[in-house]
């Protein structure tokens, strides 16, 4: 024999109604209530989403109201009809009706994205209207599925909340800086590690980093990555399986053949993976002092114009930069110049990626100055001429015996 299985196409609403009305839970009286709310219903739909004065905007109102209806009985009887013939019995047709609404709408205004830039408000609005159309004729599996999606992306919203809370952050400065949530609660857990309490900068989270690969480079799984200890129960799965992400990208963050730079902020799967808070005075702050720093150790300390001549012209020549030359160096340097020539253009370049950029302009000045008129002497190769070479260093460079 070949079994044969039947298919109810009946709404939910409809199976609840008639096992009611059979089994003596629904009296008739009830029945009569239904027939005489059901075409305000309708009217009403067909209003909210357009107009109840054309045939196709009723029907369509008919069919929501329907969905709508069934949506909730069968979601709040867990498909249980005699619980869902009682739910009718003890209240309006209407209430049942308004009841799908409001599970609509609740689910629309859920976060469909963890980036806080892209949210919505949590609140269902007017512009939700078409949408609140389309899901009012869709099945409850469908709405099941889109609930469960959306309660993750909401948990994990609520979890990266909750520890940013923690680093002095609250929804309105994440809202603002627009990060995804799993990425704030990457960086949590790698400050939750070494007990920070502060929301990082960039300057603050590249120092981080870079401490961690002096110290747990050959050893990444020396580095214990947990979760907070007061972290509510109901937030754990979701922070332990981000978790399990940091653990994965430790072997990379603490690589260090690959600038801290260069992973976080142009490695593609690296980009917008990990937070920290913009703040661009304290990056150019940190630039100007790093570019300081730099400057101070290429010049040796030494900031008089002789010495920053005889930087310019080692590096205009192709040599090793340095501020002070003795004799034999110079007389070295100068033998360079005439048989590879000058560059006057890489000390632009070298100016602009080294000095402080307040005073890269006059820097810049005084090379041009000197290099206009001391050129055809430097590249000269006449005998009578070199000796006037070696004096124009000891003149306007700092050449020592």
């Not at 100016?351 to 402080?356: E, G, Q, V």
Request: hydrophobic share 45%; net charge neutral.
């Amino acid at each position: 024999m070949t079994a044969v299985s039947l298919f109810d196409a009946r709404s939910f609403f409809e199976k609840a109604l008639l096992h009611g009305v059979r089994h003596g839970i629904i009296p008739p009286e009830k029945v009569a209530a239904i027939n005489a709310d059901a075409p305000k219903g309708i009217v009403q739909i067909a209003r909210y989403f357009g107009s109840e004065f054309l045939r196709p905007e009723l029907e369509k109102a008919k069919d929501r109201m329907l969905n709508l209806i069934s949506l909730y009985l069968e979601h709040s009887s867990g498909g249980d009809v005699q619980k869902a013939a009682e739910s009718l019995r003890d209240h309006s047709l209407l209430s049942r009706s308004k009841g799908g609404a409001d599970m609509l709408k609740a689910l629309i205004a859920m976060p469909q994205t963890s980036h806080f830039g892209m949210s919505d408000t949590g609140r269902f609005a007017d512009r939700h209207i078409p949408l609140l159309a389309t899901w009012a004729l869709r099945p409850l599996s469908d709405y099941q599925q889109e609930l469960a999606q959306r309660s993750q992306v909401a948990l994990v919203m609520e979890a990266a909340i909750w520890l940013a809370h923690a680093l002095g952050l609250d929804a309105d400065d994440l809202a603002e800086a627009g990060p995804d949530a799993e990425a704030v609660i990457r960086t949590a857990l790698l400050l939750h590690t070494i007990k920070r309490t502060q929301m990082p900068d960039w300057v603050a989270f590249e120092k981080m980093v870079m401490d961690w690969r002096k110290k747990h480079a050959t050893a990444p799984q020396a580095l214990k990555i947990a979760t907070p200890a007061k972290l509510p129960t109901h937030l754990k799965p979701t922070v332990e399986a981000v978790r399990q992400s940091v653990v994965s990208d430790l072997p990379t963050i603490l690589d260090t053949q690959v600038p801290v730079r260069k992973l976080f902020a142009h490695t593609p799967a690296f980009m917008g993976r990990y937070f920290w808070v913009e703040d661009m005075v304290s990056e150019v702050d940190h630039f100007d002092r790093s570019t300081s720093q730099a400057w101070h150790k290429a010049t040796g300390g030494h900031q008089d114009d002789s010495s920053l001549l005889t930087l310019f012209l080692c590096v205009a020549a192709g040599a090793a930069p340095k501020t002070l030359l003795t004799a034999k160096a110079a007389t070295a340097l100068l033998r360079k110049i005439r048989k590879t020539g000058l560059k006057p253009e890489l000390v632009g370049a070298y100016i602009h990626n080294h000095a402080p950029e307040q005073h890269q302009a006059d820097y810049l000045s005084l090379w041009q100055h000197f290099i206009e008129d001391a050129l055809p002497t430097l590249e000269s190769d006449h005998a009578h001429v070199q000796a006037d070479a070696l004096a124009l260093l000891r003149r306007e460079c700092h050449v020592t015996d």
